[in-house]
């Protein structure tokens, strides 16, 4: 299996998503319009960096021309906004504003010779036993002459990286390796990012040890995931832009009871369900804090009138007074000498007690250890179900 940037950061960001597309490979229309206008924008930049090569130098309005045409051509309605106070002609008009931010800046686009355009790359990593390929595409390759070059990635997002996330990149800092493998001569290579709507230029230089450093962990995280059996859902605000959602156990409903579909699939009857266990919990809670203050009234009354017994209408109310141990709190000093007074007196097995809520804290813990495989031979695994309700918070009210 080919490796790239894009399936290893999906792996890291939802392990679920990555099955859903790298392993399942389902078949879906969707796409962020982030990413619709990211594509179009390296597909422009690939366009006008052939045009130079060719010793033309396209005008800004023809760059523009190039890209609303695509944009007009391939914009579909899978394309969805997760943002919701923007619409697609926003982003549209982003796409726009990199070009002619990028265009400002560097026309007459002459300060390296680009020798690679969009160039596919493959890169060996090494695992245990065998090799694997990571695979990617160079947006652009500039010689700089004496061996000297440069890898330029093109960025259409809005969001500014620090500095920590740039030293963390994975992706350049491959490519440098499949650089450094295809080309002879090869003394100097620089990272260069173009963050496109903020008009800024990141670079970076990478010791060997540090593309060292990045292939050894781009490896254990191939074997990671070879090793894996099984690939859970990790929900976060990235689900908002995710374009499996309709296949994932936790946004499939969301985005299918939006759909026309909805009442005929069905969909639609796990909103009123959801409703109505709301109305009925609201209602309990409700019950509970009735019966919280009755039972401090009844108390009352009883401590007044002197009565153990209290006649209603139909029922009879009984109040039994007795005294119970109660233990110091968990983590206390006092708890522990308990603990141990009991163990010392041979009493331990009698009075303490497992509580299965601290033991899957503990085994959360020990996930992956030999302590926590041993504990887990004492056990058996059954099915829990839990229902949380909470307020959604992709509506405006
Ligand atoms: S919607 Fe979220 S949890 Fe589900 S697959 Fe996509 S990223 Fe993962």
């Known amino acids: 299996m080919n490796y790239s940037h894009s399936l290893l950061e999906t792996y890291e ?12 490979r389902v078949k879906t229309e969707r796409k962020s319009v982030e990413a ?9 930049m690939e366009w006008l960096y052939r045009q130079v090569i060719m010793a033309r130098v396209p005008s800004m309005e ?10 007009d051509r391939f914009f579909h309605d899978g394309i969805f906004v997760a943002h919701r106070e923007f619409t697609a002609g926003d ?8 070009l002619r931010l990028y265009y400002g800046r560097y026309h007459p686009f002459d300060s390296g010779k680009p020798i690679w355009l969009e160039r596919k790359v493959v890169v060996p990593i090494r695992l245990e036993d065998r090799q694997a390929r990571f695979v990617g595409v160079v947006d652009r390759l500039d010689s700089l002459g004496g061996g000297r070059y440069e890898i330029h990635d093109y960025k ?89 959602q309709e296949f994932c156990p936790k946004r499939k409903h969301l985005h299918l009871v939006g759909s026309v579909a909805a009442p005929e699939l069905g969909y639609d009857r796990g909103a009123r369900l959801v409703d109505e266990f709301v109305r009925w919990k609201e209602a309990r809670e409700e019950a509970d804090r009735q019966l919280k203050r009755l039972r401090e009234e009844i108390l009352e009354f009883s401590a007044f009138h002197q009565v153990d017994n209290i006649y209603g209408t139909g029922h009879l109310l009984k109040i039994s007074r007795g005294e119970r ?5 968990a983590g206390t000093e006092e708890r522990e000498k308990l603990a141990e007074c009991l163990k010392q007196m041979g009493l331990w097995d009698r009075a303490s007690d497992l509580s299965e809520s601290r033991l899957q804290a503990v085994l959360r813990e020990l996930e992956g250890s030999e302590e926590g495989s041993l504990i887990q031979s004492f056990l058996t695994k059954e099915e829990s179900v839990a229902l949380r309700v909470s307020r959604r918070v992709d509506t405006d009210d």
């Open 13 to 24: 960001t939802c392990p679920l998503k990555y099955r859903l597309i790298y392993a399942d």
């Open 36 to 44: 619709f206008m990211g594509s179009l924008v390296h597909e422009t």
């Open 62 to 71: 023809e760059v523009e021309t190039y890209f609303s045409q695509r944009w």
């Open 91 to 98: 982003y549209r008009e982003a796409g726009l504003k990199c």
């Open 156 to 244: 259409t997002s809005a969001r500014f990286p620090t500095l920590e996330e740039l030293e963390r990149d994975r992706q350049l800092t491959l490519y440098q390796i499949a650089v450094e493998n295809s080309l002879p001569g090869v003394r100097e290579v620089e990272l260069v990012w173009h963050y496109m709507l903020f008009d800024e230029e990141l670079r970076l230089r990478r010791s060997a040890e540090e593309v060292q450093r990045v292939a050894r962990e781009a490896s254990e995280l191939v074997m990671e995931i070879e090793s894996r059996t099984e690939f859970l859902p990790r929900e976060g605000d990235h689900c908002d832009w995710c374009e499996v």
């Open 325 to 329: 141990w109660k233990l110091p709190s």
